[in-house]
């Protein structure tokens, strides 16, 4: 099992560009997450897929689109980057039931925006 | 919603000394919890988690958190640290219905030789 798969991992974009951060996971889980993660803030949502075909906003979906391609793949696509979108994006997914809910993560993508 | 509070942004202890890094959380509703490391470069790995059950969970390294409901605090805990725990360390919430978790901002463990 490779776990929760991201690619790529690291990018670097002009103001205005656009691009595709790409999540795999082969544990069967129905319910995917994207995150980033900035310095002194923590992890905040971005968007989750509680399950196929279906997605919903977090806490901060200005300036993201994502795609549940199917029940292994989620991916986040910046339109038009700007700078305040430089920061590190994690992929998590989740297995249900009382023994198995948790989140398991992705090594992350670290993108900067210039 | 839930939300999570760690109140120490950084954590500077001596090798083989004790810790307690500090979480509160607030919800309304019952809630898992959990605690998860993130050492440098790395994604985040899971520590341990409180399901249900005894108050008391063991995870993995040494490290214990005890869930305190009328405190609304899981503290976790290790007695005797190792330059190896030098990491940064979220603790999580979510409700036993929902499909998010809620982040606290994180507290840098810095293990000192």
């Known amino acids: 099992n490779a776990g929760v798969t991201q690619t790529p991992k690291f990018q670097v974009l002009k103001t205005g560009q656009s691009m595709t951060l790409q999540c795999a996971q082969d544990m069967n889980h129905n319910s995917m997450y994207w995150y980033r993660q900035d310095p002194g803030m923590g992890l905040r949502l971005i968007y989750y897929?509680?399950?196929?075909?279906?997605?919903d906003k977090g806490e901060v979906p200005n300036g993201y689109n994502v795609s549940r391609l199917n029940k292994r793949e989620f991916s986040l696509r910046l339109e038009s980057a700007a700078p305040s979108q430089t920061s590190v994006y994690f992929c998590a997914s989740r297995g249900l039931g009382s023994s198995t809910d948790t989140q398991y993560f992705g090594p992350g993508t670290r993108l900067t925006v210039l | 919603a839930q939300s999570v509070t760690q109140l120490d942004s950084q954590v500077p202890v001596f090798e083989e000394a004790p810790v307690e890094l500090r979480c509160n959380y607030s919800?309304?509703?019952?809630?898992?919890l959990f605690w998860y490391v993130q050492y440098p470069n790395q994604g985040l790995q899971l520590l341990l988690k409180?399901?249900?059950?005894?108050?008391l969970v063991k995870g993995i390294n040494g490290f214990e958190a005890e869930f305190n409901k009328s405190q609304t605090s899981f503290h976790l805990r290790k007695p005797s640290v190792h330059i190896s725990d030098t990491a940064e360390y979220f603790c999580a919430v979510s409700s036993l219905t929902g499909n998010q978790f809620y982040f606290g901002t994180g507290t840098s463990l810095t293990v000192i030789p």
């Open positions: 897929s509680a399950s196929e075909g279906t997605t």
């Open positions: 409180y399901l249900s059950g005894s108050t």
């Open positions: 919800s309304s509703v019952s809630v898992y």
